[in-house]
T-cell receptor, first 117, second 113 residues
Framework: NAGVTQTPKFQVLKTGQSMTLQCAQD?????MYWYRQDPGMGLRLIYY???????DKGEVPNGYNVSRLNKREFSLRLESAAPSQTSVYFC????????????????FGQGTRLTVV | AQSVTQLDSQVPVFEEAPVELRCNYS??????LFWYVQYPNQGLQLLLK??????LVESINGFEAEFNKSQTSFHLRKPSVHISDTAEYFC???????????FGTGTRLLVSP
């Protein structure tokens, strides 16, 4: 029962390099999310995908792009990495829209620790 | 839009003492409320949630939280903490309907012998 799987777990990039963070979930969830975690700032939403085929900006989208490849996979791309993007990145998934409130929690991956030098 | 305030960035406490981690939220619509826990070098795990009904919700490991609509609070409490409770705790809110979570800045609970 894998849940949400993120790759890689660690990455060091040089300023200006590009990379893609991969995320896959096996819970048949509709919605997927990318957050970044920085000390003293909690988790901030970068992008989310409410359902397959849709993506929307979150609180801090600048410098990132996303692709909802299919229902299972949601990738985050850094086109030209900057030191300010040094962070821990978390992917999450949930059922999404629910009028009853059931099954509302998000499930998180183990995170990707990214350092940009 | 929703927002969450966790005023305490760090709470030191001795083992077997009670603890309260504070969370206040702001929203113009009805909300769901959550507490997540993050152990060192791990992802976030759901600790407990308030959706509707009883305002007091409990987790399997002895934590509880009470939804107070008039004070817009969802404080987390435990009557007796263990060393293993050392972790970072995040309060989160989502508007009813689409569950896009908004997180607070987190409270680090440090339990010492």
């Amino acid at each position: 029962n894998a849940g949400v799987t993120q790759t890689p777990k660690f990455q060091v990039l040089k300023t200006g390099q590009s990379m893609t963070l991969q995320c896959a979930q096996d819970m048949n969830h509709n919605s997927m999310y990318w957050y970044r975690q920085d000390p003293g700032m909690g988790l901030r939403l970068i992008y989310y995908s409410a359902s397959e085929g849709t993506t929307d900006k979150g609180e801090v989208p600048n410098g990132y792009n996303v692709s909802r490849l299919n229902k299972r996979e949601f990738s985050l791309r850094l086109e030209s990495a900057a030191p300010s993007q040094t962070s821990v990145y978390f992917c999450a998934s949930s059922w999404g829209l629910s009028s009853t409130g059931k099954n509302t929690e998000a499930f998180f991956g183990q995170g990707t620790r990214l350092t940009v030098v | 839009a929703q927002s969450v305030t966790q005023l305490d960035s760090q709470v030191p406490v001795f083992e077997e003492a009670p603890v309260e981690l504070r969370c206040n939220y702001s929203s113009s619509v009805s909300v769901y409320l959550f507490w997540y826990v993050q152990y060192p070098n791990q992802g976030l795990q759901l600790l407990l949630k308030y959706l509707s009904g009883s305002t007091l919700v409990e987790s399997i490991n002895g934590f509880e939280a009470e939804f107070n609509k008039s004070q817009t609070s969802f404080h987390l409490r435990k009557p007796s903490v263990h060393i293993s409770d050392t972790a970072e705790y995040f309060c989160a809110v989502s508007a009813t309907g689409f569950q896009k979570l908004v997180f607070g800045t987190g409270t680090r609970l440090l339990v010492s012998p």
